[in-house]
């Protein structure tokens, strides 16, 4: 996973997501990850695209190919007649 170093953060922003953090019950750099997502318009919350990947799916109508099953004692006949 790639790493940011981000170098001179001003001290009320450093502190700032400290706070944020602590509130959220987060690290500091899980808080980051989660301001740069919101910032850049991203969902940070993997449960969020996981639920909307889910509603997607199941959106979608699937074809399936449905197989009428045999019935055994036919193929067995059959195999004996040969």
Sequence with gaps: MPSLQVRELPEHIYFQLCHEAEKQHRSIAQQAVAALARGLELDP??????????????????????????????????????
């Design 45 to 82: 919350d993997p449960k969020s695209r996981r639920i909307s990947l889910l509603k997607r799916i199941n959106a979608e109508q699937i074809a399936l190919k449905v197989v009428t099953p045999i019935d055994p004692s036919l193929l067995i006949r059959e195999d004996r007649e040969r």
